[in-house]
Structures are given as C-alpha cells and as structure tokens.
Nanobody, 122 residues
Framework: QVQLVESGGGLVQPGGSLRLSCAASGSVFFIYDMGWYRQAPGKQRELVADITRSGNTNYADSVKGRFTISRDNAKNTVYLQMNSMSPEDTAVYYC????????????????WGQGTQVTVSS
C-alpha cells in the first residue's frame, strides 16, 4: 500500500504563514496528481490545490494568490505554502495522491493522508 504522511500543521496568527509537507512512502510505483484538501467543522471536504506530475497547478478561488503548491517528484513529496492566512483557513488539511503501487502497477487509486490540523487564531 501507499502511505501519505503530512506534517507542518499547527496554530498561526491571522496574516501568518505555514508550510505543509506530505511524503508518500510504502509500495509507491508511480504518482500522478497530488493535492491538498481541507475540511472545516460542519463543512464538506474541499479541494485547496492540486498539481500534476509535470507541475501544472490548480487552486480554489479562496486561496489563489495566497497559497502555493509544489512537489518534488524525486522525494514523492508535495508541499503547500500558505501565506496571509485568515481564520477561514482553519481546517484539517488532507494530502491526496493519485498513484499506482508496486503491488498493482496497472491499477490507479486515490490515497489519503491522516490529516493535519491548521488553526488560524489570535
């Protein structure tokens, strides 16, 4: 199986910055798209940003100009740099990877991390 482990969450003041990281490990064969989603209390999980293997990016309107997604294919890692944060960014952030594993190289699946809490508050 493919495991995704997030890090970098925490408490930040409004206007501050955080950087999330997510590393894929285990039986990774090939990773296609990677992305970040978030879920605030009482709300549905939503896409924050995603990135193709070649580096094409897509952002939710609410984070455009403030967040930047990037990845290191050699390290099977995706990052999310979050700047000018507001209380509305408070949520659990989940990493996602669309990938194949060495156990089934022809079968693509979506894998999820366990989530990391991000709280924006003074």
């Amino acid at each position: 199986q493919v495991q995704l482990v997030e890090s970098g969450g925490g408490l930040v003041q409004p206007g501050g910055s955080l950087r999330l990281s997510c590393a894929a490990s285990g039986s990774v064969f090939f990773i296609y798209d990677m992305g970040w989603y978030r879920q605030a209390p009482g709300k549905q999980r939503e896409l924050v940003a995603d990135i193709t293997r070649s580096g094409n990016t897509n952002y939710a309107d609410s984070v455009k100009g403030r967040f930047t997604i990037s990845r290191d294919n050699a390290k099977n890692t995706v990052y999310l740099q979050m700047n000018s944060m507001s209380p509305e960014d408070t949520a659990v952030y989940y990493c996602n990877a669309h990938a194949t594993s060495v156990l089934s190289v022809n079968f693509e699946a979506d894998y999820w991390g366990q989530g990391t809490q991000v709280t924006v508050s003074s």
